[in-house]
């Protein structure tokens, strides 16, 4: 069934070494229309990072794959990065201070990317997961540094980041803020429906689609986008949220709330968050 407006999932890895194109035809087939195609983190490459340049066959498969979506007629655009869960990682065998200059040299040729038209944002963040404070420090250090290569690209930074409410979101937009990047690049992606709170803030919310979310955030407006973080693993099927999740749904709440306000969530804001064309 072709879909009648756009449906954008916000954030989706596909991995070759999963199910892969398979995931993409599903989301297809349910009436999806664009990926935001973001990088899957080192390990699940199996890569064992010692210096920035390990980051680039991450980066290199990202635009493989989004070219071999793009062929069975879905829009994909990349978002590049370096997750920030990498630094537990690369602590395992480094110091603090060395893992968090590879991480920020990471992100700079994530941007490259961007620059050279073959990525539409930058992904970075802080751990999801308890860490020592001299480890949060530096993972803020870092996201700060992905806020400031977006400032310089204007282009979007995608977070990952520990569950967030409004004290949380205030100190990222803080640390955004003083940067100068425009505050709608940035997008706080497995976001809670906290739309008005974000919109207050400047963030713009990747809403995690669970069920539910989007009813509540479309309670308090538009402006967001939806995702599922389908992860694409072989040993997590269908975690976070399978690839039919959010046509499903959208399709669904277009019964109760008509197609406008998805034009918005699928279309106008993914494309002025990530200066991209959504079209049919």
């Not at 970075?124 to 250090?141: F, I, K, L, M, T």
Request: aromatic fraction near 6%.
């Amino acid at each position: 069934m072709p879909a009648k407006v756009p449906i954008t999932d916000n954030h989706m890895h596909i991995d070759p070494r999963a199910r892969g194109l398979e995931a993409v035809r599903e989301f297809q087939k349910s009436g999806g229309t664009h990926i935001i195609l973001v990088t899957k983190p080192s390990w699940s490459l199996g890569i064992e990072v010692k210096t920035p340049e390990d980051y680039l066959a991450v980066f290199d498969e990202t635009v493989e794959i989004a070219s071999k979506i793009r062929e069975i007629g879905v829009g994909a655009f990349p978002v590049m990065g370096v997750h920030p869960a990498e630094i537990s990682k690369l602590t395992e065998y480094m110091e603090l201070s060395e893992a968090t200059e590879i991480m920020k040299k990471g992100l700079e040729l994530a941007a490259g990317y961007v620059e050279r038209g073959l990525a539409v944002g930058i992904k970075s963040g802080r751990p999801h997961y308890p860490v020592s404070e001299d480890v949060w420090a530096a993972s803020n250090e870092i996201m700060e540094h992905a806020f400031t290569l977006g400032k310089e690209q204007d282009c979007a930074v995608q977070l990952h980041t520990e569950s967030v409410g409004e004290p949380e979101l205030q100190d990222i937009a803080e640390r955004a803020k003083k940067t100068g990047i425009k505050m709608y690049r940035v997008v706080k992606h497995y976001s809670p429906p906290l739309v008005k709170t974000c919109e207050e803030l400047g963030i713009f919310p990747g809403v995690i689609s669970v069920k539910g979310a989007i009813e509540k955030a479309i309670e308090e407006g538009t402006r967001f986008m939806m995702e599922t973080d389908y992860i694409d693993d072989p040993d997590r099927p269908g975690a976070v949220l399978g690839p039919k999740t959010i046509p499903k749904r959208t399709i669904k709440l277009m019964e109760t709330y008509g197609e406008e306000p998805f034009w918005i969530i699928h279309k106008e804001n993914p494309e002025k968050v990530y200066d991209i064309e959504i079209e049919l």
